[in-house]
T-cell receptor, first 112, second 117 residues
Framework: NAGVTQTPKFRVLKTGQSMTLLCAQD?????MYWYRQDPGMGLRLIHY???????AKGEVPDGYNVSRLKKQNFLLGLESAAPSQTSVYFC???????????FGSGTRLTVV | AQKITQTQPGMFVQEKEAVTLDCTYD???????LFWYKQPSSGEMIFLIY??????QNATEGRYSLNFQKARKSANLVISASQLGDSAMYFC??????????????FGKGTLLTVNP
């Protein structure tokens, strides 16, 4: 099925470890986003991309890096994980001018 | 200032009754879009309804309607004839700007709706 696929779905990290979350979409969408969801906080934008090779900071970018080397993929990296990064991470994609957003199923990350 | 405010952390409704979930927004843009998403306990984000700032009629999608009051900057979600499956977290979101800048979504903190049998 067409959509947004996030890998992995669950992960437990130790403080200081690094990891990369992968988001892949097959809808040829220009825009891609990484959000984090914390209890009582809604979804907050971490980083986003408006096209291949471009990225920009969102509301809560500290501690994260991103890359969009291919149009269909958007990677979120944690260089040195901290317990404060324990969260559910959502990737989403959209097209210019359209109002539809497609969300991935989320990645639940726990940093101990 | 928060761009999207959902003042009801939790709401309860009896099955088959209607319920209104509140959302107010803050923007200086003339062109913007308002969204409602449902997040059941399984965690996925489900799009419910969309209202554009220039749309004169309130949006409706089945049992969902959006009560859009532009002057008051409110975009309340009305669910008619509630069902047990409506129990979920509901998020209001806004996209500001138009054309090429029309992309980022800003979310409210959500309202947890519980439908009682």
């Amino acid at each position: 099925n067409a959509g947004v696929t996030q890998t992995p779905k669950f992960r437990v990290l130790k403080t200081g470890q690094s990891m990369t979350l992968l988001c892949a979409q097959d809808m040829n969408h220009e825009y891609m986003y990484w959000y984090r969801q914390d209890p009582g906080m809604g979804l907050r934008l971490i980083h986003y991309s408006v096209g291949e090779g471009t990225t920009a900071k969102g509301e809560v970018p500290d501690g994260y890096n991103v890359s969009r080397l291919k149009k269909q993929n958007f990677l979120l990296g944690l260089e040195s994980a901290a317990p404060s990064q324990t969260s559910v991470y959502f990737c989403a994609s959209s097209s210019p001018g359209a109002y539809g957003y497609t969300f991935g199923s989320g990645t639940r990350l726990t940093v101990v | 200032a928060q761009k999207i405010t959902q003042t009801q952390p939790g709401m309860f409704v009896q099955e088959k009754e209607a319920v209104t979930l509140d959302c107010t927004y803050d923007t200086s843009d003339q062109s913007y879009g308002l969204f409602w998403y449902k997040q059941p306990s399984s965690g996925e984000m489900i799009f419910l309804i969309y209202q554009g700032s220039y749309d004169e009629q309130n949006a409706t999608e089945g049992r969902y309607s959006l009560n859009f009051q532009k002057a008051r900057k409110s975009a309340n979600l009305v669910i008619s004839a509630s069902q047990l499956g409506d129990s979920a977290m509901y998020f209001c979101a806004m996209r500001e700007g138009s054309g090429g800048s029309n992309y980022k979504l800003t979310f409210g903190k959500g309202t947890l709706l519980t439908v009682n049998p």
